[in-house]
């Protein structure tokens, strides 16, 4: 049997879910199998461009193999337990895993318009020419591990603490899901899903390896074919880990920034008491001139009187100036005692032309799926108490904040 670095399964189920193997370890299974390297790109055509879950069904196997894999193998996905669709479009599943505990994952459809990201350096995305009204692209945001460990004050995920990591099945059964079953019509080219983004549930640079599996099989050829403009993996700081990251796969890096000092980081994010400012920048500056289009996005929740002021803007620039850096300011997603709400669309305006007059390229995120709480994290609920958060600062190393 194959031997991996991690469980790719996580069910009672003792066979192997093909669903979470990269073209380099499906190799390594079918070498196992006494096969010909060759398979693993016939099945994953099967299973990631076609939807096809049945061994049966794959006609350019053998009859033998189909049988074989059938005993050793499956391609398992998830349950739906809720569906949610915005009156924007906005769509948001809540999925059920094997293990019982529930993530979440949100669709993002967006109408044609000129896309910076796009036009910037004069990357013109090929499939882009086919866009011609309609949507120009459709965003999944996927999640990582259920739950969080970081205890961001602002994030429900956190609020919940952490359950446990997904594995590389369980995260591109989302695409799988997304693509195959749950989207049905979505872009003028063929495809449902054009960008995945990693802003779900869970901070990925703690669930490495995984992470990695399923970007790899997001963006291989015989899979999604994701480009790596396309496949953004967003983290709130886990500074070792990102040049790690980078060594081993090459995508798109959004650092959730949130304040431009470490005094307030320190409250909103309390991971930057472990890695402060210094050290997140010095890791984001390794990062970007070899990121795929050369910079890296930084997040900024917009919180009303506590990040959002001039000031803050001004502290922002000086940080930032210099620096390869695309800001997206996120209105933030209220949730019930957050004791957090929404900066006004003013402010977020004015904070956005203070940093475009800097030169700071700044795109206010549209709020979208409002009326389904699309922010991940806040459907599957269940605020947890004041005492478990403590301790999962102790265990961090970290001081409470509040
Ligand atoms: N753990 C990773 C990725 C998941 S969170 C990270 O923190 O980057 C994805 C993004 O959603 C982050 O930028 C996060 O700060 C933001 N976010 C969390 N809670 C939010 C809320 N209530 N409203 C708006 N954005 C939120
Ligand atoms: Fe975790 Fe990201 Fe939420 Fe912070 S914002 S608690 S890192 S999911």
């Not at 990251?245 to 431009?260: G, K, M, N, W």
């Not at 994010?269 to 997140?280: A, C, D």
């Not at 005692?337 to 940093?355: A, C, H, P, Q, W």
């Amino acid at each position: 049997m194959i031997t991996t670095e991690e469980p790719v399964n996580t069910g009672s189920s003792s066979k192997i879910n093909l669903l979470g193997l990269p073209k380099r370890k499906l190799e390594q299974f079918f070498a196992e199998l006494g096969e010909k390297p060759f398979r693993a790109a016939q099945v994953l055509k099967w299973i990631h461009q076609r939807g096809v879950v049945d061994f049966a069904e794959m006609s350019d196997l053998s009859k033998a193999l189909r049988e074989k894999l059938a005993q050793v193998a499956e391609i398992r996905i998830p349950e739906v337990e809720i569906e949610q669709k915005s009156r924007d479009g906005t769509m948001k599943w809540v999925l059920r895993l094997d293990s019982g505990n529930s993530v979440e994952m949100v669709y993002i459809p967006e109408a044609e318009r000129i896309n910076l990201d796009d036009v910037g350096d004069g990357y013109v995305d090929p499939r882009r020419a086919k866009y011609t009204d309609g949507l120009s692209r459709a965003t999944l945001c996927v999640s990582s591990q259920v739950g969080c460990a970081l205890a961001c004050t602002f994030c429900s995920t956190g609020r919940q603490g952490f359950n446990r990591n997904m594995s590389a099945a369980e995260i591109v059964a989302q695409l799988f899901m997304a693509e195959h079953r749950l989207v049905e019509k979505s872009l003028p080219s063929d495809r449902k899903i054009s960008n995945v983004v990693f802003m779900g549930m869970g901070e990925p640079l703690l669930n490495f390896e995984a992470v990695v599996d399923a970007a790899e099989i997001m963006m291989e050829d015989n899979a999604y074919g994701l480009s790596k403009r396309r496949v953004t993996v967003s983290t709130s700081g886990v500074v070792p880990a990102m040049a790690r990251l980078q060594e081993r796969v090459d995508v798109s890096l959004a650092v959730s920034l949130h304040a431009p000092t470490d005094s307030l980081r320190d409250v909103l994010v309390p991971l930057n008491q472990k890695y402060p400012l210094k050290e997140l920048m010095a890791a984001c500056d390794t990062y970007a001139p070899n990121a795929p289009a050369a910079f890296i996005t930084y997040e900024y929740v917009m919180l009303a009187d506590v990040n959002d002021s001039d000031q803050h803007a001004d502290d922002l620039i000086r940080l930032l100036r210099g620096r390869a850096a695309k800001v997206n300011l996120i209105p933030f997603n209220p949730f019930p005692e957050s004791g957090y709400t929404r900066s006004s669309n003013v402010r977020i305006d004015r904070f956005m032309r203070r940093l475009e007059a800097a030169g700071i390229t700044t795109v206010p995120r549209r709020t979208r799926g409002d009326d389904i709480d699309a922010a991940c994290g806040q459907l599957v609920g269940e605020v947890e108490d004041r005492a478990r958060r403590g301790e999962r600062l102790e265990r961090m190393n970290l001081r409470p904040t509040a």
